[in-house]
């Protein structure tokens, strides 16, 4: 997937190519804009080149093709501490030997800073993060989570314009990394700086970003706000790599305008939106999201398609109950249930009919 550069882009790849070996290609031609004060996150899984397109942007790595633009300036030959970026590491990076006021102290020294103005702002720094009354104490007396506190409110001090985040709360606990990513959020919107975020997870991203970069393979698969890809994936990589997923394979009957006829390995025939459906007669993946699935005659939409299926499993999850059922010969496909009072209780081997609204069933690549 492409994109055309923007002539208003705060941050521009334009037909950028990264090799380490002058053979493999580890980013493929990234053409790429965002715009300022965007938040954008750059999701994909290990090796798929979202890390060296951040190393790259940050001056750690060169681009061995293309264009870096910043703010209009190509910064492909300018060192990463002119660069002006602040950046936040997964493993913080904080000295050790110092203390906290003297690791937020450190950049501004760099930029030759007055004293009074260097307490004012790292003031203002710590105060932002709710670290104001850790300035003398070292790394090492520090939380995990008060370092990663610390290596935001550096990254911050000196009032950077762009600000580039490498997996930065991989290693906090499940609440707190959630906790941090509003906290993050909420931080970029009042500031209003531009963030470029790398994660591999899906959930970080959907949480936080404007817009999602999802990464495979050295390319952008697609490029959209959190809603669209969820909601509209435009291949099978997206549909499976954002949220759960049912996938039933099936050959395309017939293409109308929009709609893909869809006949299922076991003879069903679905009713689909034709996203990446090719051809009649060619293969495809059909996908529909577990929580768009029903059982119950009252609750399936109009125009709802309806299908045989066997109950596998009962999984229950304190806020939603988990089905796995045997559909179309596939024995892995799951209807998510909200856990409400009075919900009807299945059974492992009980038949029932489940159903879902033909627009939430994508025909995809297979």
């Not at 850790?134 to 000196?158: C, D, E, K, T």
């Not at 997870?201 to 817009?211: C, K, V």
Request: charged share 25%; hydrophobic share 40%.
């Amino acid at each position: 997937m492409t994109q055309e550069p923007r002539t208003d882009a705060f941050v521009a790849f334009e037909h950028v190519q990264k090799s380490y070996d002058g053979v493999t290609l580890v980013v493929k031609d990234l053409n790429l804009s965002i715009g300022k004060g965007e938040f954008l996150t750059m999701l994909g899984p290990s090796g798929s080149g979202k890390t060296t397109c951040l190393m790259m942007l940050a001056g750690f790595e060169t681009a061995t093709h293309g264009e870096i633009k910043l703010d209009g300036v190509n910064i492909n030959q300018v060192p990463p501490h002119k660069r002006g970026i602040g950046m936040v590491f997964q493993n913080y990076a904080l000295f050790p030997h110092m203390t906290v006021g003297e690791n937020l102290a450190f950049p501004l020294e760099v930029r030759g800073m007055g004293k009074d103005e260097r307490e004012a702002k790292i003031k203002r720094a710590l105060d932002m993060v709710q670290m104001g009354a850790y300035a003398n104490r070292r790394p090492a007396q520090l939380s995990g989570g008060q370092q990663q506190r610390i290596a935001l409110a550096r990254a911050l001090v000196f009032d950077p314009k762009l600000v580039l985040m490498d997996e930065p709360l991989g290693a906090l606990d499940k609440q707190l990394r959630e906790h941090m990513q509003f906290e993050i959020k909420h931080l970029h919107e009042s500031l209003g700086i531009t963030v470029v975020y790398v994660t591999h997870d899906q959930g970080e991203a959907l949480t936080m970003s404007d817009r999602v970069a999802v990464f495979n393979d050295g390319r952008i698969q697609q490029l959209a706000p959190p809603a669209d890809l969820y909601e509209r994936p435009e291949n099978s990589f997206v549909a499976q790599f954002i949220g759960e997923n049912n996938k039933l394979l099936g050959t395309i009957e017939e293409l109308t305008g929009d709609r893909a006829l869809v006949r299922l390995a076991t003879g069903e025939l679905i009713d689909a939106t034709a996203v990446n459906a090719r051809e009649k007669g060619g293969k495809t993946l059909v996908s529909i999201r577990p929580e768009r699935v029903e059982f119950k005659p009252e609750m399936m939409p109009p125009g709802a398609h309806t299908i045989d299926a066997e109950v596998v499993e009962i999984i229950y999850m304190g806020d939603i109950l988990r089905a796995v059922l045997k559909v179309a010969g596939s024995d892995g496909f799951v209807m998510k249930m909200r856990n409400t009072l009075g919900q009807t209780k299945l059974t492992p081997g009980q038949k029932i009919k489940v159903g879902w609204h033909p627009q939430d069933a994508r025909a995809l690549d297979p």
